[in-house]
């Protein structure tokens, strides 16, 4: 347990399964209390609370959907009344509609918007008051790689990815210096989002990554841990790329 980091409070979203649980994870490892969030994935959600709990690790489970702002509100009240503080968010939450232009709904896509990117700006803006009793506050906010390329058929994942990095620039200056801001993009992590992709095999997606590989969960965990640690202390305004060489094509 590394010394900078006991008695901290990260909450992370969507941090039930995937880039989230390694995160949950990892945190935990690193001397966090860990604030739970999570949306459906209450079967999974579950058993990463026995796991904690076998672990001795101070934890919090919240099932919120954080495109609400009254859902968001109670949440943020609870981990006030429980933790009295919080130092870390780990922006994670995401929902997908494969959709392009010609077939996507409304309904679709502001139901993917308000999960993806509505849903951090609103965590960020009611946990504020928490956030400024920490003397080293740490915001990390998860986007794509595919921000950078296009992908038509996920334009509403695309579009919101893309707005979470303006979101987390404008909050990098905003709240300097009380607080430090960054982007993390991955690339193809094996996750279950992942799995259910069917655009392009999974061999061609390999070709295009130099270090010849599908990443991995626990290796964007290890990012946001450094990021959310005095290690990064002078890092803000960043997108870190977590993709293996992906970005370089």
């Known amino acids: 347990m590394r010394k900078d980091l006991i008695r901290k409070v990260a909450l992370v979203t969507g941090g039930a399964v995937g ?105 960020t803006k009611y946990a504020l008051p928490l956030l400024m009793k920490s003397s080293s506050v740490s915001l990390v906010f998860i986007s794509t790689i595919n921000v950078f390329r296009g992908s038509p058929e996920k334009l509403a994942y695309m579009t919101s990815k893309a707005g979470i990095i303006g979101l987390a620039r404008s909050l990098a200056i905003d709240l300097a210096p009380r607080a430090r801001v960054n ?30 590989r599908i990443g991995q969960p626990e290796e964007v965990a290890n990012v946001v841990a450094f990021l959310a640690s005095e290690e990064s202390s002078y890092v803000t305004g960043q997108c870190i790329h977590v993709n293996g060489g992906a970005f370089l094509g």
């Open 183 to 212: 982007v993390i993009v991955p690339g193809s992590i094996d996750t279950e989002m992942f799995r259910r992709l069917k655009s392009e095999p999974v061999s061609s997606r390999i070709k295009k990554i130099p270090l010849g």
């Open 19 to 123: 880039i989230g649980r390694a995160t949950v994870r990892r945190l935990a490892q690193d001397g966090f209390s860990v604030v739970v969030n999570f949306r459906s994935s209450k079967r999974e959600a579950d058993s990463l609370r026995r796991e904690l709990e076998s672990l001795g690790i101070e934890s919090a489970f919240m099932q919120a959907d954080i495109s609400k702002e009254s859902a968001v509100k109670q949440m943020i009240a609870v981990i006030g009344k429980r933790f009295g503080r919080l130092d870390t968010i780990v922006h994670n939450a995401g929902i997908n509609a494969p959709e392009g232009i010609r077939s996507v709904s409304v309904e679709n896509f502001d139901a993917v918007l308000g999960t993806n990117l509505r849903g951090p700006m609103l965590v």
